[in-house]
């Protein structure tokens, strides 16, 4: 690493959109020969930064020096064409081109216009040799692994005579092997000194490869760190900004008692199942009338786990089992056969229906559980949305009013009264209270604790320590797409002990160095 | 190396056949084909028999090569077959009035492309789906046909008649007409531009993945707005060769060509959701279908709608074809 001038300096960024701050007075700066990882949480503002420091944001305020010169790209291309390149999650590439095509669409090297083939496969050649990657450069990219795509992606990045690269979580489809290929790769760019800014959700990955980290939280700079003096726990401190022990003290409610139920068959039994790219293998047991909990960071996979459970993903690992039975979900029409509900996280775009009506949303998921060719009597209708309407204070209680005029706890009741309906025997609830107000959240806590004392079967994924814990009976926690471990919650598990365990893991993948 | 060398093992390597295996198919139907011709008429063996082939589907050839750049981007134009009438209608009724043959050619040639380009726009600018954008275009034709006159209008232009009747032939009697040479240019110009300019590669790259493509800084829109300006070009010098062939122009000739045009160019292997095919492919799913009316005019007995029959059964075993090599190939 050089103590010089870095190449690439952003000052006092702010960019706001409509109702949103996304990114307020943020300082970065990124040293040639320097991997550098952005973390935070999701919405913590990288993906902004990032879109701002290459053009595709307009920044409210603040400069971008790029080699002590200051900077407005109006977009990816030029920031490009000044050396600034960036390498998507995604492989943004023509699968139905070759690979030497891949690296030089659009700058091939031409004589008169003509395009020179050979002179573009033998550059192709050295590229990727550079990148220690021997393949047919005049194979289809698609015929390729997701790894080598990426390689080849870099490859194209890099050739602009790139002095800034940007990876924006380009290890999330990639296993570990792959994974490692190209942290030896991302090695080799930076000790040419290339300056690498490196987003991603997996810490391990973090602390394997990053020179230095910046954290930022909610749109706001938490620091610049050197990664040998930020330790891992230190580093989820500041991503989700609270003291440990802050947390340790606002949980102050009883313990649940946890009934033995070892003996008993699960109500769902997953064996190893999982989906590449979404979420490793886990083996998680829910019993009736239990409520587990599922913490960890935004995108660590808890969703991902949620829409397995629910089909709404089909696994390619492992088996589920249902009532002790093997029970294959393929969808969630399947799952909702088998007494399986799903608050989704996302109300708006996945849930709730807002020109439908109170009553109309409610009956949503019943309806599609009878099959739509057995029309639920309006009495019937009118008995479970009043009864619903009534038992979750739903307000203005008035059945035929368009969901869109509810407040966002109101449309989450009404959701939760959709699934409530049909009787699930699982009911899964993803973030059930972000985003409404205290009130209302209390009102859905009792009510899962009622569920759950009548028998049914919570899972209960939520952001907030304190709540989980306060509700369930058991804690799983995800960390990197991974099930890292399953705390019962007995009197020595507090929040303390969650976060570290989220921090660190109980069985770390080592990234070798 | 040790590692680079596992990727490389692997990495699913294809043989370099995998990907012409729609062509190499259409190749070996079209051989026998012909060699079932050989085998059950005498006179099928005659070279003349294939020379025929291209003069009756020159500017079928021309009008499908044009259909071959939009269907690279995952695009259709069914606007062709309508341009293909409304340039041999206004070629027509303009040589009628008493034009000079090189203007009438002129403006003829410059109907097509300028239609192309504002379906070309409509569709970029507007997102509009290109069925819908090109079939106002169809319709829009059409009916220009019918504007000009709703009756056939023949044409008596001493340049039309030569091109018409002029034979180039070899001194055993075998002959092709100018049409023909004209079509051969279109393809070798058109295989050219598709493999060695940026132009062409980026019409795969559109059709490959046209998100990517954007990211990629390729011109996206330009592209796709530039390949039905290529097909509306195509579309008027195959409305020309047409109007050498007929020396007319009718208002109701060549309805239902953009079927046999997407035909040809299916059966000719590019796949129609784009990024994959040749030119040289489209160039045998021409000669497919006329093979396939040749065969039946011979067999005699047989209606001419056999040859719809047997399109239709081609057409749909080369598109289960594509479907099974892509599903390989993801």
């Known amino acids: 690493m050089t103590g010089s001038r870095p190449v690439l300096t952003m000052t006092g960024i702010s960019k706001t959109f409509p109702g949103v701050r996304a990114l307020h007075d943020v300082d970065f700066r990124l040293f040639a020969g320097e991997v550098h990882a952005l973390m935070g949480e999701n919405g913590a503002g990288k993906s902004t930064l990032i879109k701002a420091l290459t053009g595709v944001y307009e920044i409210d305020e603040g400069t971008i020096t790029l080699d002590g010169e200051q900077v407005a790209f109006s977009g990816p291309m030029q920031a490009a064409a000044h050396g600034v390149s960036t390498v998507y999650q995604e492989v943004n590439l023509c699968p139905n081109l070759s690979v030497a095509e891949n690296v030089f669409i659009g700058r091939e090297p031409r004589r008169l216009g003509v395009i020179r083939w050979g002179e573009t496969r033998r550059r192709a050649r050295e590229l990727l040799a550079r990148l220690d990657l021997d393949i047919d450069v005049t194979a289809l990219l698609g015929t390729y692994s997701l790894a080598v795509q990426q390689m080849v992606a870099i490859a194209r990045a890099i050739d602009v005579r790139a002095r800034v690269l940007i990876l924006d979580e380009p290890t999330s489809s990639l296993d570990a092997d792959e994974a490692a290929q190209l942290f030896r ?15 991603t959700h997996f810490l391990d990955q973090v602390y394997g490869i990053a020179d230095r980290i910046t954290v930022l939280r909610n749109g706001t700079l938490v620091g610049e760190y050197r990664t040998e003096e930020l330790p891992q726990f230190s580093l989820v401190e500041k991503m989700i900004g609270k003291e440990l022990d802050v947390l340790e003290r606002l949980d102050e409610q ?53 829409r397995l459970l629910f089909g709404a993903d089909r696994a390619d690992h492992g088996q589920i089992r249902v009532d002790g039975g093997k029970a294959p979900l393929r969808n969630p029409v399947q799952a909702i056969d088998r007494g399986i509900g799903f608050c989704s996280e996302n109300r708006r775009a996945e849930g709730i229906v807002p020109d439908l009506s109170v009553r109309e949303n409610m009956m949503l998921a019943m309806q599609a559980a009878r099959g739509w060719l057995r029309p639920i009597p309006r009495r019937r209708q009118d008995e479970l949305v009043d009864r619903y309407v ?36 699982l009911l899964i609830l993803d973030e059930p209270t972000r985003g409404i107000d205290v009130g209302a959240k209390a009102e859905i806590q009792k009510l899962v604790v009622e569920l759950s004392d009548g028998g049914m079967a919570v899972l209960f994924i939520s952001a907030e320590l304190e709540e989980v814990l306060r509700l369930s009976h058991r804690v799983a926690v995800m960390r990197d797409r991974t099930m890292v471990a399953q705390l019962t919650n007995d009197d020595t598990l507090d929040a303390d002990r969650v976060m570290r365990t989220i921090a660190s893991g109980t069985h770390r993948k080592e990234v070798q160095r | 190396m040790s590692s680079a060398s596992s990727t490389t093992a692997r990495a699913w390597r294809p043989s370099l056949a995998r990907r012409h295996v729609p062509v190499l198919a259409t190749l070996a139907l079209l051989l026998v084909m012909y060699a079932v011709g050989v085998s059950q008429y005498r006179a099928f063996s005659n070279v003349q028999v294939v020379f025929n082939v291209f003069i009756d589907n020159g500017f079928l050839l021309v009008v499908a090569v044009g259909m071959t750049f939009v269907i690279l981007t995952g695009g259709i134009d069914l606007s062709v077959g309508s341009v293909v009438a409304m340039t041999a209608m206004v070629s027509a009724s303009l040589l009628q009035s008493g034009l000079p043959a090189a203007l009438v050619l002129v403006v003829a040639l410059l109907i097509g492309p300028t239609l192309g380009f504002l379906m070309g726009c409509a569709i970029h600018f507007f997102d509009i789906q290109p069925f819908i954008a090109t079939l106002a275009g169809m319709f829009f034709a059409r009916g220009m046909c019918t504007f000009i006159s709703d009756a056939s209008i023949p044409i008596t232009d001493g340049f039309w008649t030569t091109m018409s009747q002029e034979r180039i032939g070899d001194p055993r009697g075998n002959f092709v007409s100018i049409s023909v040479l004209i079509a051969l240019a279109v393809v070798l110009v058109a295989a050219y531009v598709l493999t060695y300019t940026r132009f062409g590669r980026n019409v795969y790259a559109v059709g490959g993945n046209s998100q990517s493509a954007l990211l990629m800084g390729l011109p996206v829109g330009r592209t796709r707005i530039a390949v039905y300006t290529v097909s509306g070009l195509c579309s008027a010098i195959g409305g020309i060769l047409l109007s050498f062939y007929t020396l007319s122009g009718a208002p109701l000739i060549a309805v239902g060509m953009e079927l046999d045009v997407i035909a040809a160019v299916v059966i000719g292997g590019t796949v129609l959701t784009g990024g994959s095919g040749y030119v040289f492919g489209t160039v045998l799913g021409v000669l497919v279908l006329g093979v396939i009316q040749t065969l039946i005019t011979f067999d005699g007995s047989l209606n001419s709608w056999w040859t719809r029959i047997v399109i239709g059964g081609l057409l749909f075993a080369f598109i289960l074809l594509q479907r099974l090599i892509g599903i390989r190939f993801k």
């Open chain 1, 185 to 199: 790769v991302m090695r080799q760019l930076r000790d040419e000194g290339l300056g690498i800014l490196f987003v």
């Open chain 1, 254 to 306: 009883p313990r649940r008692v946890v009934s033995s139920r070892a003996d008993a068959t699960a109500l769902v039994d997953t064996a190893e199942l999982g989906r590449k790219g979404a979420v490793a293998p886990f083996t998680l047991r829910i019993h009736a009338g239990e409520v587990v909990g599922l913490a960890g960071l935004l995108g660590s996979g808890r969703t991902e786990v949620a």
């Open chain 1, 390 to 425: 009534q038992a979750l204070s739903i307000r203005p209680a008035n059945p035929d009013l368009p969901v869109r005029n509810l407040s966002g706890g109101n449309q989450q009741k009404v959701l939760l009264a959709r699934w409530l309906i049909t009787e699930p025997r």
